[in-house]
């Protein structure tokens, strides 16, 4: 209950927030809507994004733990990091670390399990996605975005990564992909449709890495 009070609470905050930068960059006023989202980090949640480039995602993941809001405060973080690059790259600046630190947080979030109505935030995480150079992305977080992948229905998504992973031989991902298939062999055929994978497809691909794991 306490998590989703706060989380309701900084929502509102973060939608005045939001509204202020909207109106800054419909305005071309990129250096006031920076300002207000670094402001709003340092009321809601207390983020110091002036030093965001010195932090490491890690160690912006254990300030969110400091509370027991945590899901909450690493929401609301991404959408401020997320906004924080938008406008970043609208006033000539670089925003790919900026990035990064955003779609982890957002995986932080929605796999705590905590949040109310997660999916209203599957387009935005799949957007910034989009907007990441793969080469960027680590194993470590690849692994994440794998269980994002199934925790939002997007299964082929998460068998593509899986498979690169393979190719670049992790040493967690055959465990982890042998785990992920046998969970999809208990989902309903047309919940496998929905995530663009079938029955067969699944079977196949759980023989190929019994396979790849007895040589």
């Known amino acids: 209950m306490l998590q989703r009070d706060y989380f309701l609470r900084m929502a509102e905050m973060l939608a005045s927030v939001l509204a202020k930068v909207l109106f800054n960059k419909q305005n071309n006023n990129y250096e006031e809507a920076e300002k207000e989202i670094e402001t709003a980090a340092k009321t809601i949640v ?35 990091l997320k906004e924080y690059a938008d406008v970043h790259e609208l006033n000539g600046k670089t925003s790919g670390s900026i990035k990064l630190k955003s779609l982890s947080l957002y995986i932080e979030a929605l796999l705590s399990k905590e949040l109310p109505e997660p999916e209203k935030y599957f387009s935005k995480i799949n957007d910034l996605i989009k907007g990441i150079p793969g080469d960027e992305v680590s194993d470590e977080l690849s692994l994440k975005l794998i269980d994002y992948y199934e925790f939002s229905g997007q299964f082929s998504k998460a068998e593509d990564l899986i498979f690169e992973l393979i190719e670049k031989n992790s040493s967690e991902i055959i465990d982890r992909s042998v785990s992920f298939y046998k969970k999809l062999q208990h989902r309903t055929d047309d919940e496998l449709l929905k995530g663009n994978l079938s029955r067969e497809e699944v079977n196949d691909a759980l023989e190929e890495i019994l396979n790849i794991k007895d040589k």
């Not at 983020?47 to 995602?57: A, K």
């Open 46 to 80: 207390g983020l110091d994004l002036n030093i965001i480039n010195i932090l490491s995602t890690d160690d912006i993941i254990k300030l969110m733990k400091t509370t027991g809001l945590y899901a909450g405060r690493c929401l609301i973080s991404a959408e401020l």
